[in-house]
């Protein structure tokens, strides 16, 4: 059996590649399943929400393995693995579901019934979320195989946009949840608040979707210049209090079609949201919370990224690090850098880097 | 000219029935209109949106008018008006809508942009809504008519079911608002939070929509007696601390498909909304705020009623009073008796009385 | 392990109970499957699409054993159902799926391309629908049950409705779909074209979406008096060969919001249909076809049913046989009595019937 | 008063530019209205749908004024006319509509129920559609004007993109809707049938909501050259008798996601629709019929032009001529160029020409 090493967390801001076990087919619980697969890891990317458990707001517990941004290929199918076979090329939604609940079966899966004992959803390498391994590792398995995962039709197509199609995992899909829960259409003017990935992700999903104009704030100045430069508008934060004036500026009035906020909870000391009743009730407003459920939208991405129409690698500046250097690309990426890490565990993406 | 007389507001909790003015064809700003008609008024209810103004709540002036909630028959129409005619009967949106701008023609007639100069959406008789006079009147100028009005077919039917019909002007559209954007469908378990008579309407049009159960909450002990008595499930939230626990006694589990509160912003000292992130937010929820677009509702809820599935007279408990007796009205209500109070400012209601 | 029988299509006009298999966990190519449970069926209907094959307008081979409306016990789950167990009490979808391929993670179980070679979509005894054993039978066979199967949580309770609950597996969804997908809603003046069982399940669906007024046209005297008897308005279309004449005696004009084809192919000689480009292109129809996708609606029906909302066995006029007499059920129902066919193949609708 | 002239309909292949007279403020059955504008024409484009009545397949009377895609300047506005004014840029949808009426309450402006006693449905310019003067002309009348213009906020830049913009009227809308009622979205797998105006409409709509890839099918060479140039893919139809075939060759099966008729029913003989149920039938398939209804689309439609997102004069091949020579211009389309023609009644596109 092959020997496999991860990124483990040991603590507030400490992160290290070790040894790990070799993936199991078997749940957290200990059962043993059949229809899970095992994948060599092609790509795995540090997310945003990684540093939620890095920077210590959470109670993740030392030891645990991250990473749920994964692409593989099938090393190993359980008996029950009907319509994947080895060697299959796959992208790998971050939410671990079953297939089988009502939630997933009506397109839920972030909220799925059975993978977390503790809540409705789970996720591979993350605190709370039902303890499945993470995948930023060598080797990793996947349960519920048949339903939760979409096979790249061509091998070799898909891993000359490899830069691009790992980024279906998590970021895109969440991007683009959130543009189409704002109402994201055609000729739609709107604001994405923040710079980092995923505001570019779903800069680059209100773009696809046909958005007229899409503006994208933020404070960091290397953020606003990348997103220049990849065809957002940038709003620079700092230069005013005011946010619709900022737009006013843009769009003549300080008014857009829909918002997506793409900072998330850091940004505020206490973690509750508030909302004034009375003339902001009285706007007709809607709000939407939760986790993208990625396989509602993963399979049109892909067409829309095999075709050309979705360059989402440039746009999040797509960054190839070796596994090893992991520890680096947390601290560059907590740093506040305009670039999104990928890991390549096993040197498959010396080409695509 | 015929003589007028009316509701004002006089102060807090101060309210008299005094002579006004004949209404005028023109707008607020004094501009003569030919798209208006005058109303004899049918009926107008009492709101417990009125009530906020009257508890002093808001900065509504001394001397309005009150009333938005308005049927009435046409006995004057503009130069402009081309598909009603004197002796319609008519119900009366109580948003003021103009029909030509884009959020009335995408059917969000509570936001239109044209008929208040201070903000989005107007009505009849309501703070900072335009300056529109109100309804609980004997006679009403309705503005754009055409576009806001809709006439019921047969006089003499609509006449009988009269107490049910006046409730299309702003009460069951609400509560049906409700219940469709909580995304009640057939088979929903619904909690709905309030027992007023909004409560009460949104209930109903759960009940229309195929909700499997309706529960409502409350704790006061006659709204939850008339809740029972018209085939709700009463929730006496006297009984416990918990929501969750009250819930899971009728349904099993502590949980709902859909929930709408109908309690309103008085129920918090500070008017403002709070959400924690992190497990709330994990959730995956939809939240709405606004008013019901009257017009996007009401042909459809005419048909329920006139087809005898949606008896909301019985259900919301509609009481007529005369005009005269309107301050009366106003206390009851205030008070909490289990009653939806509907003026007779012309003496038209005899028989449904 | 026990004996089974079912019911044997032998030809045009020829239906037999006999001796049959006892169900293997299998596919019908002979693949050994782990997903599959096997059922002691508890009710089990006839279809009036049964009727297709066994008028021998279809290429169903004889020996073929009939039945896609079905709800049973589990006896016995492969190794691979995790979420149900020996004993649990379950609705059969009449749709075989395999929950794991595109149309399956879209609700669209009714063109599943996993489970039948020959062209999308699977079905349980019927030709061309992927050679599934039929359910008219003491024993079937599930496959996939974690995904296809619903568990009444109260097995008690639900044999107290049990001639509510069999209708799940096809009919009251399949009118759920018709009236759905007719945009059927709260106020919807509805027509229903035929009053057999689908019909009448589209019509109780309407009712329970909020239908204002349904009609329900036929030429048989009796499905119309029962139609009637249920609540429905009948349309006599023996009356006058304008159906819009019909319907306007009943509105006050030609004109409904939806309309539902619950007759069938077997209407027309060439199984063709026809629609004049013009003046009918001008109205901005809409037209669908397709099986209903029933696991995307039972869910929220069985909710309607346990809360007593939808009474679809008087509205059906559900009649219970034992398995034996079902050569002559389908006789009768071939007839065209007012009656919908249980089969009671194991005897444990005695209290039921 | 100015004198007027436009594009006089004079029996089958013969069309003049003649006098006529200029428009009053009126309806077609001569009563005055208050609600109208008059219109200097800036741009009106002939349309495919015209050459049905030149081609004389319709009962269109001769002397009739042609015309229904318009943009103009409002040098006349109505007592009733309140948020538009004299010097306004607007875009005029080819549907007239009351914006009053159920139908047009609810965005199905395509069907409005009054400004055609004939049927549903009214435009100008064309045969059974109410009667309205058409718009090939210097000037033209618009009623119900504040509900169904809009005007270009930036006069300067609208006349910079005035070959785009004129697009609005009609064949944009026309084509978005084809693509939004076919299903259209991101990563869509898309075939349209037909290369002329109207198709390409299609393909550049199918582009903007996200489509991954845009088939477009025709016959004549020049038509898929021209698609070619601006980006889709075309099917040459001459090329086999199988389009699945031809489909498979691009795409690696012959399948897509959503499919667009923009060839119309001159195609046949008969103008019939044949479906043969079974197969088909089984497939679950969405058909939709009806005109577009402009203004549910042209707001959204007009920031994607603004902002770049949308080159439809490019995609179109927009070519401007003189009023006077339309009848060189119906000549030319009716040949198969693969040209989009707009007229210049009033000399004003000298310098977008």
Not at 1 to 10: H, K
Not at 287 to 310: C, E, M, S, W
Request: net charge neutral; proline share 5%; charged share 20%.
């Amino acid at each position: 059996m092959a020997e496999n090493s991860g990124v483990v967390f040991l603590g507030q801001n400490k992160v290290e590649v070790q040894s790990i076990d070799f993936p199991k087919m078997q749940n957290p619980a200990g059962k043993k399943i059949n229809h899970g697969v095992i994948l060599k890891v092609v790509s795995t990317n540090i997310c945003g929400s990684d540093q939620h458990m890095v920077r210590g707001r959470t109670t993740a517990p030392t030891g645990m393995v991250l990473g749920h941004e994964i692409t593989g290929e099938i090393i190993e199918a359980g008996a029950d693995v009907e319509y994947l076979k080895v060697g299959d090329l796959v992208t790998v939604p971050f939410n671990v579901a079953c297939g089988r609940c009502r939630t997933c079966r009506e397109q839920q899966t972030g909220v799925c019934l059975n993978v977390n004992p503790g809540r409705a959803g789970g996720a591979y390498g993350y605190v709370d979320m039902g303890g499945w391994v993470g995948g930023q590792a060598k080797f990793v398995m996947v349960p519920y195989a048949d339903f939760n995962l979409i096979k790249f039709p061509d091998k070799a197509q898909a891993m000359e946009k490899i830069k691009d199609l790992t980024m279906l995992s998590d970021i895109l899909p969440t991007g683009f949840h959130g543009a189409v829960m704002a109402g994201v259409g055609v000729g739609s003017i709107v604001y994405i608040a923040g710079a980092g990935p995923v505001g570019l992700a779903a800069a680059a999903s209100a773009q696809i979707l046909g958005a007229a104009l899409v503006m994208v704030g933020d404070m960091n100045p290397d953020r606003l210049k990348h997103a220049k430069k990849v065809g957002f508008t940038p709003i620079d934060l700092t230069k005013g209090d005011n946010l619709g004036d900022l737009i006013a500026q843009v769009v003549g009035m300080p008014e857009v079609d829909a918002a997506v906020d793409a900072v998330g909870f850091e940004a505020r000391a206490q973690g509750n949201l508030k909302m004034r009743f009375g003339l902001g009730w009285a706007k007709s407003h809607r709000f939407y919370t939760g986790q993208t459920p990625v396989l509602k939208y993963n399979r049109q991405l892909i067409q829309a990224i095999l075709h050309d129409r979705l360059p989402i690698a440039k746009i999040v500046n797509a960054t190839v690090i070796p596994l090893d250097d992991a520890a680096n690309g947390y601290k560059d990426f907590d740093s506040g850098v305009a670039k999104k890490f990928i890991l390549d565990p096993n040197g498959l993406l010396g080409k695509a880097a």
